[in-house]
């Protein structure tokens, strides 16, 4: 079973850049010699008080990225199979970036829909104006 842990949330004044992590354990596969992570696309969403959750951004088991046009330009996630590891580098950020950010994995889903299969408790980010 694989689990996800964000960290890195906070407040944050406009303008400024938070870096959020996502751990990811529990997952195994004898059969996969280059280690089980590799095999999984992450993917970040977020999800703000009384709206839904809507996609952030993903990358794929091959290191192929995608965006929202809302955070294009402004975000960028990267992965680090050794350590299990996926961040969100988030910059110039806006008052409407605040939300609850979390991550998700699935090893046969990649895209903006929610359809992954393991997810994260959340981190909050709170930016004020």
């Known amino acids: 079973q694989v689990q996800l842990a964000e960290s890195g949330g906070g407040l944050v004044q406009a303008g400024g850049s938070l870096r959020l992590s996502c751990a990811a354990s529990?997952?195994?596969?004898?059969?996969?010699?280059m280690g089980w992570f590799r095999r999984y696309n992450i993917a970040w969403f977020r999800q703000a008080p009384g709206?839904?959750?809507?996609?952030?951004?993903?990358?794929?088991?091959?290191?192929?990225?995608s965006y929202a046009d809302s955070v294009k330009g402004r975000f960028t996630t990267s992965r680090d199979n050794v350590k299990k590891m996926v961040y969100l580098q988030m910059n110039s950020l806006k008052p409407e970036d605040t939300a609850v950010y979390s991550c998700?994995?699935?090893?046969?889903?990649?895209?903006?829909?929610?359809?992954?299969?393991?997810w994260g408790q959340g981190t909050q980010v709170t930016v004020s104006s």
């Open positions: 709206k839904e959750r809507e996609f952030v951004g993903a990358i794929s088991w091959t290191g192929s990225t």
């Open positions: 529990g997952g195994t596969d004898s059969s996969y010699s």
């Open positions: 998700a994995a699935s090893s046969g889903f990649y895209g903006p829909k929610d359809n992954y299969d393991y």
